[in-house]
Nanobody, 114 residues
C-alpha cells in the first residue's frame, strides 16, 4: 500500500504560479502511470497532466502553462503551474498506478483569485 500526500496548493493571483508536490510513502519506480487531476466545484474530474510509460501529455487547458515532472529517488512528482487563471481553481490530486493498483492522494486546493 502506498500513500500519496500532496502539498503546495493555496491562494494565488491570476498570472501567478504554484508548484504542487506529491510525495509517496514508498517507491514510485514501479508505477508506469502518473498523473495530476483536478476537480472544480460542480465539474467532472479532469486529467490535466500525465506521464504514461515515459510519455508526457497535457490537457488542452494545461498545455503550455503546466509542467509535470517526477523524481524517482525522492518518490515524488510535481506539477509546476504558471500563468494561472481563475478557471484553474480546483482541488488537485495526484495519482500513481500500474497494472495492479491505482493510488490517489487526498488533494490540495488551488484558488486563483484577485
Amino acid at each position: 500500500q502506498v500513500q500519496l500526500v500532496e502539498s503546495g496548493g493555496g491562494l494565488v493571483q491570476p498570472g501567478g504560479s504554484l508548484r504542487l508536490s506529491c510525495v509517496a510513502s514508498g517507491s514510485i519506480s514501479s508505477f508506469n502511470r502518473m498523473g495530476w487531476f483536478r476537480r472544480a466545484p460542480g465539474e467532472e474530474r479532469e486529467l490535466v497532466a500525465s506521464i504514461i510509460n515515459g510519455v508526457t501529455k497535457y490537457s488542452d487547458s494545461a498545455r503550455g502553462r503546466y509542467t509535470i515532472s517526477r523524481d524517482i529517488p525522492k518518490n515524488a512528482m510535481y506539477l509546476q503551474m504558471n500563468n494561472l487563471k481563475a478557471d484553474d481553481t480546483a482541488v488537485y490530486s495526484c495519482m500513481c498506478g500500474n497494472r495492479f493498483s491505482d493510488y490517489w492522494g487526498q488533494g490540495t486546493q488551488v484558488t486563483v483569485s484577485s
